[in-house]
Every structure is written in structure tokens, then in C-alpha cells.
């Protein structure tokens, strides 16, 4: 006669590739039934955004069903994150991670993988927020297509207006698009604190920092704000933009932060009339420069008129359904760096070691 016991060993044969474990060690089994030779369970994963899920939806269900006396195999695939923070802090009650994306230098892109992997997040059933730190060039509302006013709660808090599923706020909110803003460091280590203390954003698995490019004021100011999770470093190919970036590599080590892996953008044309490839600005250095640091690669970006064409309209193209090869490329490139912190979060990750530069 079939029990429980029975399935939850044929369960076990099933791992996560990431955490190295097997499903039911790790208390993804939810909810086990069996009666009459139906089994039914439930997979609970640590997002939702898992780029392994169907295969382990598959190997749990081959597995059950070639126990002797199932008929009928039911597997739900759901999720819920997990947290990287330790304790109770005035800054985001109700926020389980935080992902910054840097680079060293301007011009390669941050933004623009920024909105998309908080996109991509939303779309694989997270729920994301979206902070544009970049006081001087906030150009998250255009690529997102979000407007003012904001709403404020009885407590006075400022509600971020929600977009393409993510929540967002950004010092663009604030000012005309002709107004510059011109602040020395402690104006703006008080607004950073104001995005992190006086938003209420709600509950949210996870909350994208899109960064100014550099290592200055706010860089460090946020680090010292709030614990993050980790973080990003967006990078193009070519060597000077891989220099810079191992600069900002460096300052999140000796700031404790976790780097997460890095994304190599633009790192290739495909010419649309004859489809030839052209690697513009190189190709492959961010991920030379990942090896050699024993940072996570998490992937390559091409640079494609799409991109550009949906950033200006407020359509990030993470919004496609994996039809154009940027839509395809943020998706992996998201499920990737939502693999890398359920790894972090469930102490299995490495120390990050330090990057040099050759």
C-alpha cells in the first residue's frame, strides 16, 4: 500500500541545483496528500522567478509517478521568498531584499537593466519595487512610464505609484525636467534616507536600487543606511568600462556588501537586414573579468534598437514574452540573480573575493 514515507523518499531523489539539497530536506513539500493512488503535493520554492522550475516540477512528478500504485500525480508550484534581513530596523518593515545595481562609469546602461530586471522580477510573480538613487539623472519614470502626484498615506508616508507591476519612486517626481539638482553630500545622504523612511513600500520580495554610476556620496550612504542583500554591476565589454567597474566591485567589498554577479550590456549587435553578428564594444570581458574574480556571471544583454525604442516609450522590454532578445536576455539574466540570492539567503554562498585587476 502506498504511504506518505514512500513518496517523500521517491521525493528526495529530486535537488535544487542551486541550494544542492534535496526538496524535501529543505521543506519545499507542502501539503502531501495521497489517497487511492493519487498524490498530490505542493513545491514550495524560494521565488518565483526559480530558472529551474519546471525541471523540478518534472523530475518530482516522474518520480512519484514511478512508485508502484499512483495513477495520478498533481504537483502546485508556488513560492515565497526568502529575507535577508536579520532583525527589526525602521527602514523597509516589509521589504525582504535588497538589490542594488551599480556600475563605475556612466553610459553603459545601469538604468535601462535596472527597470527590466525589476520588470522581469514582476512578471515571474514577485513583488517588486523599483528606488531610482540617482538624485542628479532620474530617468526611471520615463523609462517606466510613471507620473505624478504622489499619494500620500494617513501617517503622512509618500505612496510610490505602481507601473508594469512594480512600485517606483525617484527623485524625477519632485522636479521639473528642466531643474537640476545641485547637493552636496549631506542633502544627499538626508533624501536617501527619506526614500528609505518615509515611503511606505508596502511588502515586497524585492526592492531594486538603480544607483548613480561611480563610488561617491550616495553609494555610501546607502550602505550605511539599511544591510543590502547585495550587489549588480552592470559593465559593457570593452576594457575601460571593466576597469571602472572593478572599482565599484572593490568599494561594495569593503563595504561588507555580497556582490551578486555581474551583467555584461550591449554586448552584442545583430544586424536585423542580414542577421550578422557584430561585437561593437567587444564581447565576453564581463565575463573574463567575473572569472577572474569568482563573481556569478549573470549574463549578457544585446544591444538592440528595441531596447532603446521601449525604454523612451515607458515599455521596458522585459514586458515581452521572451519575442525579442532583450525580452529573453533580462528574463534569464532576472531568474539568474534571483538564484544567487535564495543561495545567499540560505547561507550557502561564498565570501566574495577581491577583485584584481590584470
Given at each position: 500500500m502506498l504511504t506518505r514515507d514512500d513518496v517523500l523518499n521517491a521525493l528526495q531523489t529530486v535537488q535544487d541545483p542551486d541550494l544542492h539539497?534535496?526538496?524535501?530536506?529543505?521543506?519545499?513539500?507542502?501539503?502531501?496528500?495521497v489517497s487511492d493512488g493519487r498524490v498530490s503535493f505542493?513545491?514550495?520554492?524560494?521565488?518565483?522567478?526559480?530558472?529551474?522550475?519546471?525541471?523540478m516540477e518534472t523530475a518530482?512528478?516522474?518520480?512519484?509517478?514511478?512508485?508502484?500504485?499512483?495513477?495520478?500525480?498533481?504537483?502546485?508550484?508556488?513560492?515565497?521568498?526568502?529575507?535577508?534581513?536579520?532583525?527589526?530596523?525602521?527602514?523597509?518593515?516589509?521589504?525582504?531584499?535588497?538589490i542594488a545595481v551599480a556600475s563605475g562609469k556612466g553610459g553603459v546602461g545601469k538604468s535601462t537593466v535596472s527597470a527590466n530586471l525589476a520588470v522581469a522580477l514582476s512578471r515571474a510573480g514577485a513583488r517588486v519595487g523599483l528606488l531610482d538613487a540617482d538624485?542628479?539623472?532620474?530617468?526611471?519614470?520615463?523609462?517606466?512610464?510613471?507620473?505624478?502626484?504622489?499619494?500620500?498615506?494617513?501617517?503622512?508616508?509618500?505612496?510610490p505609484?505602481?507601473?508594469?507591476?512594480?512600485?517606483?519612486?525617484?527623485?524625477?517626481?519632485?522636479?521639473?525636467?528642466?531643474?537640476?539638482?545641485?547637493?552636496?553630500?549631506?542633502?544627499?545622504?538626508?533624501?536617501?534616507?527619506e526614500f528609505l523612511g518615509r515611503v511606505d513600500w508596502g511588502e515586497l520580495d524585492y526592492l531594486v536600487i538603480d544607483l548613480p554610476p561611480g563610488t561617491g556620496d550616495i553609494q555610501l550612504s546607502l550602505c550605511q543606511t539599511i544591510p543590502l542583500t547585495g550587489a549588480v554591476i552592470v559593465s559593457t565589454p570593452q576594457d575601460v568600462a571593466l576597469e571602472v567597474a572593478s572599482k565599484a566591485i572593490l568599494m561594495f567589498q569593503k563595504l561588507k556588501v555580497p556582490v551578486?554577479?555581474?551583467?555584461?550590456?550591449?554586448?552584442?549587435?545583430r544586424c536585423a537586414h542580414c542577421g550578422q553578428r557584430e561585437d561593437i564594444f567587444g564581447h565576453g570581458g564581463a565575463r573574463a573579468a567575473s572569472e577572474r574574480a569568482q563573481i556569478p556571471f549573470l549574463g549578457e544583454v544585446p544591444l538592440h534598437t528595441a531596447i532603446r525604442v521601449n525604454s523612451d516609450a515607458?515599455?521596458?522590454?522585459?514586458?515581452?514574452?521572451?519575442?525579442?532578445?532583450?525580452?529573453?536576455?533580462?528574463?534569464?539574466?532576472?531568474?539568474?540573480?534571483?538564484?544567487?540570492?535564495?543561495?545567499l539567503n540560505a547561507g550557502a554562498g561564498q565570501a566574495e573575493p577581491v577583485l584584481v585587476v590584470r
Open positions: 539539497r534535496d526538496i524535501v530536506s529543505l521543506g519545499f513539500v507542502k501539503g502531501l496528500d505542493t513545491i514550495e520554492l524560494t521565488t518565483p522567478a526559480c530558472p529551474v522550475k519546471q525541471q518530482a512528478r516522474q518520480a512519484v509517478a514511478a512508485l508502484p500504485g499512483v495513477g495520478q500525480v498533481d504537483v502546485t508550484m508556488t513560492a515565497r521568498v526568502t529575507s535577508s534581513r536579520t532583525g527589526e530596523s525602521e527602514y523597509l518593515p516589509g521589504v525582504r531584499n535588497t538624485m542628479y539623472g532620474p530617468c526611471i519614470p520615463t523609462m517606466m512610464g510613471a507620473q505624478g502626484p504622489l499619494a500620500h498615506t494617513g501617517g503622512g508616508k509618500v505612496l505609484p505602481e507601473v508594469h507591476g512594480v512600485r517606483i519612486m525617484s527623485m524625477g517626481f519632485f522636479l521639473p525636467k528642466q531643474d537640476a539638482v545641485i547637493w552636496r553630500g549631506p542633502m544627499l545622504h538626508k533624501m536617501v534616507q551578486l554577479g555581474i551583467v555584461e550590456n550591449m554586448s552584442y549587435h515607458g515599455q521596458p522590454v522585459a514586458l515581452g514574452n521572451g519575442d525579442t532578445p532583450g525580452a529573453q536576455a533580462f528574463r534569464e539574466v532576472a531568474e539568474r540573480l534571483a538564484a544567487r540570492v535564495s543561495v
